[in-house]
């Protein structure tokens, strides 16, 4: 494994411990989604593949990864956004841009306009600063996404609320469909 490979590596790893199976790494979540980093890297010992990982390395990783999904404060790190543990992370309210963006497949568009956008398998809606950071998330369902503009300024009159990310990523409880439309191209 090269450098590179090792640090993607290691970022989906503990994503995975992070956002979606903490139990799995004997650790528990404090309310803002923060585990002790001594823990996280005692868990990670224990395999084989990061047996040499030190703190240096989470640092590296993450001042490295393009995309910031973890935030390492003092003794403590958490992952910024993507949960799915049962819990929901308690995030402060905070004022997005009058528009967002969400990048999604054809297929999803019915129900998406039927039900609004839901959070599905994760703790919260994602959604995007701007167009191109929707259309690389949309990627990953579809060759050709569909891009969806969220109205955040009339959804806020109406009692929708929007919390923080990192700089590219804003979440949400729930969107309803007054407030989507669809991009046209
Ligand atoms: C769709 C990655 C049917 C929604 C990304 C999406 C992002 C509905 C899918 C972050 C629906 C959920 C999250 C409804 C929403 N009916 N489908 N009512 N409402 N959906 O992966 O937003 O690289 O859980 O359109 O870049 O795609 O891992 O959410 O397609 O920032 O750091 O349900 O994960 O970040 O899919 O992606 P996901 P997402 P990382």
Redesign the pocket.
């Known amino acids: 494994m090269n450098n590179k490979e090792y640090y993607t590596e290691l970022s989906k790893e503990i994503?995975y411990a992070l956002r979606h199976a903490p139990w799995k790494y004997e650790l528990e979540l404090d309310e803002e989604g923060w585990v002790p980093v001594d823990q996280l890297l005692s868990a990670l010992y224990q395999s084989e593949k990061w047996i040499n990982i030190t703190l240096d390395d989470v640092q590296k990783m993450i001042s490295l990864t393009k995309?910031k999904?973890h935030e390492l404060l003092g003794n403590k790190i958490r992952a910024l956004?993507?949960h799915s543990t049962p819990v929901k992370i308690s995030k402060k309210e905070a004022v997005p841009p009058k528009f967002l963006y969400?990048?999604?497949?054809i297929e999803?568009i019915n129900?998406?306009i039927?039900?609004?956008?839901?959070p599905?398998?994760?703790q919260y809606?994602?959604l995007?600063e701007d167009t191109e950071t929707a259309s690389?998330?949309?990627r990953?369902?579809a060759i050709e996404p569909i891009i969806l503009i969220i109205n955040t300024e009339e959804s806020r009159k109406n009692g929708v609320k929007f919390y923080r990310?990192n700089e590219k990523?804003w979440l949400s409880d729930y969107i309803p469909t007054d407030f989507i439309s669809i991009k046209n191209f």
């Open positions: 994503s995309k999904r956004y993507g969400h990048g999604t497949s999803f129900l998406i039927e039900k609004g956008l839901l599905m398998s994760r809606v994602h995007s690389l998330v949309g990953r369902k990310g990523v």
